[in-house]
């Protein structure tokens, strides 16, 4: 069962794709047109598309768009070379979800396998992987809505009537093509159940609870109640909380998932009082190349995302800042992974890919 | 060995309190003074003096200056009547610190056992109780800064060399008459060893660890790392914290302690991290009229100091909000509690008193 949502914080519009701004969320609803590759690198840095699967779905259509600047490149040889710089300007510009450099990959996969394949002439075979490029990110659009809804089917089997689900971050609508993630697990819940409610975590410094999450949930009458990130032992001790769910943007073989920095202490203060903690995340977010989250690199973001809010300081100048963007929740404290295919064990992983 | 620190955020003022406004910190250093008793009530209220001590001895000039508008008063049964009354206005402005009440009591059975005592004509006791609650209250706060500094004392025993300590909202100089709980221990740790360092928890949804104790660290010259509240988890599992030192505005005979929102989630992650958590405070904060912390009234405040940051909204329209602002942080996450006499366990409590 799917509770539609009409948010598509990513669209493609024939020849640009259009991103929902997502740092002037809640305040301001602002389609930013982006018709070359650097633009959605930069969309991607500045977080005007954030969320592991978004950036991913972003990644491909990104290759797409940096195909087409090569149009006027006769050798394909040199077009794949080009290409392969593109894919690696993307990449580089979040570190830690891993679905970005896998939406990459599979683009310029694609490239390789059609440049193996290829007899034609350069031309000829360039015009047509432009094409099939723009094809492939569209369905990797596509098939992040659809295998979110399988995820939200899925999860609904975990989420008992009338649960109150803590989630931290984002992993909504807005963190992939549509849906949700964590949210799409709460969405088809909810479809079911509409007595379910969510409590949401702030998650400083960017806000994305507060800003995107009450924002979402509000849109499609979900009940949110948002809570500031120290708060969550208060509430699980009353009582409050019957289970956690949040996303992740890279889970390691063993288990272990990257989230949005605040993620592990709220896995920590869950297992304290024996609440369920799930992470929901598609396949293309598990990362089988690396054995533990301690090979997860943590990107370091800017000192003014901690000092500052709406463009004013809130602490004294002269203070010292550390911005780690993701923490890693070791698998012993995960109660279950829910991806397209069904709910898994950390330790069933290695069995599955 | 003191570090002297010129931070002084309730003064006498001969026939007034100075108060520094702690809710414009770190932006402006703006003194308020107060010549009413509601006006302090007020003050105590709004939050421009905070902190369980500092709110404590504002209530004994509170008392002080009610005393004072009863000065037309000719019968001293009903001056004391009166008295009693402008106490429990004064003592319902913030219910979770004790030490309001404490010292707004203090005050109450200065005036009650005068009353007793005295043979005195009622207009003659009169005048000479309102001095003396002036004298007591101006007693109050020199006591309060003494009891800091061999509160401070006692605890450099348990901060290891070069340590890094880190420590939720403010208990601080601000906090107090001057010197601070669990920033009084860090100023004489620091005395003694320069290369201990503290990181301060932002400390949401008033962020009295961003705009107070960043901003009390940086102008004694003691290094402070701004965090966010999310982030304790990944600093102590990196295995950069050494301990944590934080304040309590209640702590009950059985040692549970009540402190600002969000202790309690840093209590449970330092426990599963194996890391010490002390809470400062002075006798005056130990209730031992409650048997634990489940008999702590705990505040909730408005809603919109979640929703807003300095006047901004940072959420969506909609949304619920629950607004505790403090916490209980059961007996068995503490490690010792600091006061002027000594460090104790928890369970030493009901011997002491």
Chains 1, 2 share one sequence.
Not at 132 to 159: F, P, S, Y
Not at 332 to 337: A, D, K, L
Request: charge should be negative; charged fraction near 25%; glycine fraction near 8%.
């Amino acid at each position: 069962m799917i509770l539609e949502s009409k948010i598509r914080p990513i669209e493609w519009a024939g020849n640009h794709v259009k991103l929902l701004d997502q740092t002037l969320l809640p305040y301001e609803q602002k389609i930013v047109c982006i018709t070359k590759y650097q633009e959605m690198a930069t969309a991607i840095k500045d977080m005007i598309v954030r969320g592991a699967p978004a950036i991913g779905v972003s990644g491909a259509f990104g290759v797409s768009l940096g195909a087409k600047s090569l149009i006027n490149i006769t050798d394909k040889n040199e077009f794949l070379k080009k290409l392969e710089e593109i894919g690696e300007s993307l990449k580089s510009t979040r570190p830690t979800a891993v679905n970005l450099a896998w939406a990459v990959d599979k683009q310029l996969e694609l490239a390789q396998e059609q440049i193996l394949r290829s007899a034609q002439d350069d031309r000829v075979f360039i015009d047509e992987i432009i094409k099939k490029l723009e094809e492939n990110a569209i369905k990797i659009l596509n098939d992040d809505i659809e295998i979110n809804q399988r995820m939200g089917e899925h999860g609904t089997k975990i989420v008992p009537k009338g649960a109150t689900i803590l989630t931290h971050c984002n992993a909504g609508a807005l963190a992939t093509a549509g849906y949700g993630t964590a949210l799409g697990v709460v969405r088809s819940a909810f479809a079911r159940d509409n007595t379910i409610q969510v409590f949401a975590d702030e998650t400083r410094p960017r806000q994305q609870g507060a800003r995107l999450t009450t924002w979402e949930l509000v849109e499609d009458n979900i009940p949110v109640t948002l809570i500031t990130d120290g708060m969550c032992g208060y509430f699980m001790k009353k009582g409050m909380i019957d289970l956690v769910i949040v996303g992740a943007d890279r889970i390691a073989s063993n288990g272990d998932a990257a989230n949005k920095i605040g993620t592990y202490t709220v896995a920590l203060v869950a297992k304290a009082h024996n609440i369920p903690f799930y992470v929901a995340a598609p396949h293309s977010t598990i990362d089988m190349s690396i054995k533990s989250g301690d090979e997860i690199p943590i990107e370091e973001r800017s000192r003014e995302e901690v000092t500052h809010i709406n463009g004013k300081t809130i602490c004294a100048e002269g203070v010292n800042i550390i911005n780690p963007a993701f923490d890693v929740t070791p698998a012993e404290y995960i109660t279950g992974i829910i991806t397209e295919t069904g709910i898994y064990k950390p330790s069933e992983l290695n069995g599955l890919f």
